[in-house]
């Protein structure tokens, strides 16, 4: 699977959107762009995915760069709530699922 | 409703001691995985499994054994050669041959006594 990398952290006031960037420059072309949060002692929650298209979801919007060596999740309005750490991965799908690894992910601080 | 559980939810060790953190899921999903998370670092994978008998180690299986003899079980042991198990662990399950993500449990926490 793909490396991907993430910056440690980023701020976002809250009511604003908070736009997080994920690198996977080495990612395949069978390869699916997912991110995930997680909230401080518990398992990751899964936002959104996608493999080269723009997806949107009732959570956020995902966008995926012509050349799949980045993408960008967006949170429209962040809340309170959303403070977390937020992870990209990619992983081959339409597989025998592979190796899935995660790295450090981005800790995103919601602020009033 | 389906889902990942695993068990405890805390588990303390002493030292020299074989723990056993136990991971079932009802989704009827190919592929398991185990995860170590240190304090304030991301997700490092342990071992995983694409199919029922067979599994391959992740980046830090050492000190790690699991087993896949039931599809919707996915045991790891954490033996007395890891020197540092204290940690949270999850386990994730996927289904195969799909782009579904994965689905994780709640974590166990280990702590050595």
């Known amino acids: 699977d793909a490396k991907t990398t993430q910056p440690t952290s980023m701020d976002c006031a809250e009511g604003r959107a908070a736009n997080l960037p994920c690198n996977h420059s080495t990612i395949s072309g069978n390869e699916y762009v997912y991110w995930y949060r997680q909230i401080h002692s518990q398992g990751p929650q899964y936002i959104i995915h996608g493999l080269k298209n723009n997806e949107t979801n009732e959570m956020a919007s995902l966008i995926i760069t012509e050349d799949r060596k980045s993408s960008t999740l967006i949170l429209p309005h962040a809340t309170l709530r959303d403070t977390a750490v937020y992870y990209c991965i990619v992983r081959v799908a339409n597989t025998n699922a592979g190796k899935s690894t995660f790295g450090d992910g981005t800790t995103l601080t919601v602020k009033p | ?113």
Not at chain 2, 84 to 98: D, K, Q
Request: with cysteine; glycine share 10%.
């Open chain 2, 1 to 113: 409703d389906g889902g990942i559980t695993q068990s405890p939810k805390y588990l303390f060790r002493k030292e020299g001691q074989n723990v056993t953190l136990s991971c079932e899921q009802n989704l009827n999903h190919d592929a398991m995985y185990w995860y170590r998370q240190d304090p304030g670092q991301g997700l490092r994978l342990i071992y995983y499994s694409q199919i029922v008998n067979d599994f391959q180690k992740g980046d830090i299986a050492e000190g790690y054994s699991v087993s896949r003899e039931k599809k919707e079980s996915f045991p790891l042991t954490v033996t007395s050669a890891q020197k540092n198990p204290t940690a949270f662990y999850l386990c994730a399950s996927v289904r195969g041959g799909s782009n579904q993500p994965q689905h994780f449990g709640d974590g166990t926490r280990l702590s050595i006594l």
